[in-house]
Structures are given as C-alpha cells and as structure tokens.
C-alpha cells in the first residue's frame, strides 16, 4: 500500500511524527481516559499502550494469521447509553487504535452483517488477507453500530438480532453511529498527537459497504474518501430476495422429498454439488467465450442474459421431474426453473421488481483442488451435506428481515426450525409493504434508516471527496447489477461526468467478498489514497487468483467498468497479456 502525500509540510508532519511518536509514554495514553469528547456521555473504559507484536497463527482451520501489530494506544469506549426495548441495555462501543508511528491519516473501519461486535481496528481489507492498514501508520476505529450481541441477545426475539425491536438501536444500526464514532474518534486523534487527521478514509464492504456509503451521503464532511466493497445499500429489499430464494430452492426440495427432521424442507438439498458444476458448464457455454478468451471465466457479463443461458441449461434437463430420471448428467426441470427464479429477483404478485436480478456468471460454483467452491450455494440453499438447514439465507436472513427490515418487528425464535418456516412461508408482498411502514419513536421505515441510494454526492465531492467501490460478479448476497443501476443513476445526474469522483470495478467469479472463480486478491486502497491525495486517477489493477481458486496464481487486470480486458498476447495466465477496452 503506497502513501502519497500532499505537500512538503504534510510530508514533515509525518516524518516528525513517525520520529517523536515513541516518546508518547503509557501515561499520555492512559489520559484519554479523561480527554474532552464531542459526545459528553461518552466514557472511555480502556486507554493502554500496547507494545508490537508479531503476527500470530490461529489453531489449524481456515482463519488467517493475527496479524501484527505495531506499539499503539488501544481505546476502549462507549456513548449514549441507555434502557431500550424489551429490558435491552443498550449502547455505541467504539474500539480505537493510535499507532505510536502515525502517517497522519485515520481510517473508519466498517463493519459486518448484524454488526453487534466490537471489531479489531486493525483496518483489514477483504481483497489482501493479513494486509491491514494499522501497521502502516493509519490510526484506526471499529464499532459494534450500537448494539452489543453479548448482551442484546433474547432468543425468543432472533437471538442476536434483538436489536430490531428497539427503534433507536435499528436506526444506529443503519447509520446512525457513524458520524457520533468518525467524531469522538477525531476528538481522541487530536488530543493524543496534538494535531488534526490530515485524511480520513472509510473502509467497509458488505454492511460495511453500506456503511461506507451512508457515511459520504450522511456525513459529507467527516470522510475524505470511501472504499466501498460489495455494498448491501438496498438492504432491506435484498433480505426479501433470500426469502424469496429459499422459497424456491424450497419448493424443488420438499418436491424430491429432501424433509428434515422437522418435517421442513431441506433446502440445501435442492441441488448438489454436482449440480452446480453442471449449471455452471451451461452458463460458461453460453458465456465464456463472449470475451474473446475462453478461461473459465465472464469478463463481458453484461452480455450473459437469461436469453442467452436459458438455452444452454435446457441442454442438459433431465426427460422430467421424475426423480428416476435424474442422472448425474441432468438437471431436473424443476432446477433449472428454480435456477431462474432465483436469478430472476424476487417479484411482488403483480411482477414489480422487489430488489434486483443477478448476473449470470461462473462463480454459482467451480472445481478446485479443495472441491466444489461454496461461496454462492451456503447463501443461496446452503451446504449440501448438511442433515439440517444451515444455509445463510435462512440462519442470518431470516431474522434479519423479521426482525430488522420490517415494520413491526416479528418475534421469532433464534433456532432453525422456527426461522426455517418464517422463511418458507413469509407473503413476498406483505414483507415488501412492512420494509415501509414507518414504526417507533423515530417514525422510520426499514428503508429510511437502511437504504443508501441517494444520488446527489455533491457535499461530499465539492470537499475532494473520492470513492472506490468494487463488487464481485457472482455475489450471492448483494447483486452487481443493482450497484451498476445505482452507478449509471448517479452518473445520469452528473451528466456523464461521475467519473471524476466515482471509479468502479467488477470482479468476474467472486462471491461475497472474495472467494469463487476470481482473481480475488488486489490492492485497491493505495488507488485510492493516491487519487484523493495526488489526484491520480485509478486505472487497470493487476488482481490474482488465490490458493482456493480453480488456477492458483493467475493474474487479469480489474478494468475501471465498464472497460474489460481484452487479449493481447503473450503468458495468457499473466496480466500483462491484457488491455482494458
């Protein structure tokens, strides 16, 4: 990650303080405890220095190393606690960490699916594992957005989601913690160095990634810049999509007689493995090859419709739905019509759009030398071997939306059965109309405190304001297409000129985040420190495949949308081999 600076003073500022910052003493860190903040009910319940540490292995499984940390302050602190519904103790806990060798720039740090976690304030970035951004010098702030899930957590009420019930903690939860957090963290930065952040930048993807954008349309003047990953800003219709979908992978599983023990569909067993790596040869037939190099994977997506798949899938369809004439060779019918259902986008009875279509692409699941990648299939059915339903849209999208994105809130209880049959039964319409009744104290809608679309950025861009965003093609949880309508919205209202402030990238083949038939893993913060600070627009990215990946170690560029690379010649498992067109 490169750190361009602005001018020559910026460039002392730093040095001076990457020199004198050690002779900030745990006593210096210890007084923040009683520092002045922005938020007077605000109390700081931890302020220690920590020394550097390496980068620690976590057990045998998945998880990456810890990573390591430099000698920082940590800080520990909260805000307008109070008494909320149903009995809950509610409150905004922020995690802060001051580096001793600071580079003058903060980062807000965004955070994950129902939030309720402190987070670790280490700034990581989903698309470079173990890269983060505190040992570079950034000071660094996490939140839980003002719900803790170790204390608000009834399972009568969605277990962990028990924060919906409460108006006030739901509309924190959609963006109302960001701006009391970005300030008090400010507030701590300036009386710890003694000096203002020169930029501060917001990192978030997924729910972060709507986080990042409710922070430079909510609160224009705090951020500088926003990289915004695979952004959940239409959350709220995007949780009716995953009832929408479990219907109808639902419907073909209680049709083959996958019934669990609680006499509900299994619908992870609406398809195997098997039968993903066969939908996906179709749609590579029908696709692949759109992009003049046929790899196994869809550069020019856009062009991989329906109309075009459909065919293709009809190829390998089974003589009917008889399960005797399933073959390994075939999928039944009644697949491939779910398939499209759920590519379709979920649809009120009088066929209005509810949230967005999918794109066509091949990261529904792909061969490697670990097996059949999951990262679409466990959000959109779940693990096929699994005895009980343990797919995502089901275990966090069901009381998401029953609690959350609807008004009122429902009480379901935080156990699969019930929330399998919430799923499986919920009236699309009815759950579309409850995403906007206004309800509570504050008299929001789902939508109000939720969704981010709002195309007027000018607040933001008059200040310099810079965003990044990128999305993953075969993103299972939040659509591509819809940040690309919201995109070509907000480039209408610029009249063609939003890329002066707005660059965006697709990656062909990932899921949610990473993961999938992708080059998956890229530097694209360092693009936009260097654009908001140097005014270097961002260009091509050189992205490579991971280890889980069908071809480790393969390069392409990521090509600013809706350029797309193009073939020159040369290595074709090399980026250089490539143009963006």
Not at 135 to 163: E, I, L, M
Request: charged letters at 20%.
């Amino acid at each position: 990650m490169n750190l361009p600076t602005t001018h020559h003073a910026l460039a002392m500022a730093i040095l001076f303080a990457a020199t004198s910052g050690t002779a900030h003493a745990a006593a210096d860190c210890a007084a923040l405890a009683k520092a002045a903040m922005p938020d007077r009910s605000s109390v700081i319940t931890l302020a220690a220095l920590r020394e550097a540490s390496p980068a620690e292995a976590r057990g045998n499984g998945p998880m990456p190393p810890a990573p390591a940390m430099p000698a920082h302050c940590e800080i520990i602190g909260k805000m307008q606690e109070r008494q909320g519904a149903n009995g809950q103790t509610y409150a905004i806990k922020f995690h802060l960490r001051l580096p001793t060798e600071w580079n003058g720039r903060f980062v807000f740090q965004g955070g994950g699916g129902s939030d309720g976690f402190l987070g670790d304030a280490n700034g990581g970035f989903s698309s470079q594992p173990g890269v983060t951004a505190l040992p570079k010098g950034y000071a660094v702030v996490s939140s839980d957005s003002g719900h803790d899930n170790a204390v608000n957590n009834d399972p009568a009420r969605q277990g962990v989601v028990t924060f919906g019930h409460d108006a006030i903690a739901r509309h924190n939860y959609g963006f109302g913690y960001i701006g009391p957090v970005a300030r008090a963290g400010k507030a701590l930065i300036r009386a710890y160095y003694g000096r203002a952040a020169a930029f501060t930048y917001f990192v978030g993807g997924s729910k972060g990634g709507q986080e990042a954008m409710m922070a430079v349309q909510r609160f224009p003047g705090e951020f500088d810049a926003a990289l915004i990953g695979y952004p959940g800003f239409h959350l709220a219709h995007a949780s009716i999509a995953q009832l929408w979908d479990g219907q109808a992978f639902g419907a073909v599983a209680k049709a083959m007689g996958q019934i669990g023990a609680d006499g509900l569909p299994l619908v992870n067993k609406a398809m195997s493995d098997e039968d993903i790596l066969l939908a996906q040869g179709a749609i590579l037939n029908a696709c692949d090859a759109l992009d003049g190099t046929k790899d196994g994977m869809i550069e020019h997506f856009t062009a991989c419709t329906t109309a075009r798949v459909m065919p293709e899938m009809m190829k390998i369809a089974c003589k009917s739905d008889n399960m005797a004439d399933k073959t390994s060779a075939c999928l039944l019918p009644m697949q491939i019509a779910a398939m499209r259902r759920v590519m379709g986008g979920p649809l009120t009875k009088d066929g209005k759009a509810v949230y967005s279509d999918w794109a066509w692409d091949a990261g529904i699941g792909a061969k490697t030398a670990q097996g059949v990648t999951q990262g679409w299939r466990i959000w959109k059915m779940g693990g096929y071997t699994s005895a009980i339903n343990n797919g995502a849209l089901l275990r966090l999208g069901a009381p998401s939306n029953s609690a959350v994105f609807r008004s009122p809130p429902l009480d379901v209880a935080d156990e699969v059965t019930s929330l399998t049959r919430y799923a499986l039964n919920a009236n699309i319409d009815e759950a579309y109309a409850a995403a906007h009744v206004k309800w509570g104290e504050l008299k929001e809608a789902p939508v109000d405190f939720m969704h981010a679309d709002a195309t007027d950025l000018s607040p933001f861009t008059r200040r310099g304001g810079k965003i990044i965003l990128f999305h993953g093609v075969s993103d299972p949880v939040f659509s591509v297409l819809d940040t690309i309508r919201w995109l070509d919205a907000v480039n209408k209202r610029e009249k063609g000129k939003a890329g002066r402030f707005v660059q965006f990238y697709a990656v062909p083949g990932m899921n949610h985040g990473r993961g999938g038939p992708a080059t998956d893993r890229f530097d694209i913060f360092s693009q936009l420190v260097a654009w908001r600070e140097k005014g270097v627009k961002p260009g091509a990215i050189t992205a490579t495949a991971g280890a889980d990946t069908p071809w480790p170690g393969r390069e392409r560029l990521l090509c600013p949308f809706p350029a797309r690379p193009h073939r020159k010649d040369g290595d074709s498992e090399k980026a250089s081999s490539f143009t963006c067109q």
